[in-house]
């Protein structure tokens, strides 16, 4: 595809119940962050990943977030009975993983815990 | 632990003023420091970027200044136009030698607003 895609890009959901956000990267980008952005805030540090592997998944802020990937390209990012502090934008970014290269945003998944 | 320290949070200037924008890094290893535009509904894109080995870089009326020696960096906007009003990000970059690959860690942001 011609950029990062991220799906859905809206999700409301009832609390207590699991989500998964999915991100489909750049063709050919080795390296996939995942962000959370609360409203009017920065950019919270999620997890990263190198090919499959996840080197650094220090942002995950309990063990009710999860993420993996697959075929070194779409990511899944899990979360498991929700609460409503986990309402925020999530961004997902990639990029080629030789070198200081640029990240591309996907335009994230809006997500809503009612 | 924030490795990439950006201020201030929020600012506001008027048309033709010149914003800027401070970060501050702990980590000597980083050796990239890129800034990010973000605008409303919008994921951040790449706006500008550094290596430590130059100490300032110009592109339009975005300019960036380095100082290795204090480990801080800035976003000077020329002539800012309402058009400028967005969210500005810094980041830093450094490789990770364990998994071989480049880790990019983001400061909290700053919301620039400028008014016509």
């Known amino acids: 595809g011609a950029g990062v895609s991220q799906s859905p890009s809206n999700k409301v959901t009832e609390k207590g119940k699991d989500v998964e956000l999915r991100c489909d990267p750049i063709s050919g980008h080795t390296a996939l962050y995942w962000y959370r952005q609360s409203l009017g805030q920065g950019l919270e540090f999620l997890i990263y990943f190198q090919g499959n592997s996840a080197p650094d998944k220090s942002g995950l802020p309990s063990d009710r977030f999860s993420a993996e990937r697959t075929g070194g390209s779409v990511s899944t990012l899990t979360i498991q009975r929700t609460q409503q502090e986990d309402s925020a934008v999530y961004l997902c970014?990639?990029?080629f993983g030789s070198g200081h290269t640029e990240a591309f945003f996907g335009q994230g998944t809006r997500l809503t815990v009612v | 632990q924030q490795q990439v320290k950006q201020s201030p949070q929020s600012l506001i200037v008027q048309k033709g003023g010149i914003p800027i924008i401070n970060c501050a890094y702990e980590n000597t290893a980083f050796d990239y420091f890129p800034w990010y535009q973000q605008f409303p509904g919008k994921g951040p894109a790449l706006l500008i970027a550094?290596?430590?080995?130059?100490s300032e870089k110009k592109e339009g009326r975005f300019t960036i200044s380095f100082n290795k020696s204090a480990k801080q960096f800035s976003l000077h906007i020329m002539d800012s136009q309402p058009g400028d009003s967005a969210t500005y990000f810094c980041?830093?970059?450094?490789?990770?030698?364990?998994?071989?690959?480049?880790?990019?860690?983001f400061g909290k942001g700053t919301k620039l607003s400028v008014i016509p």
């Open positions: 970014a990639s990029r």
């Open positions: 980041a830093a970059s450094r490789r990770d030698s364990g998994a071989g690959s480049y880790q990019l860690t």
């Open positions: 550094i290596r430590p080995d130059v």
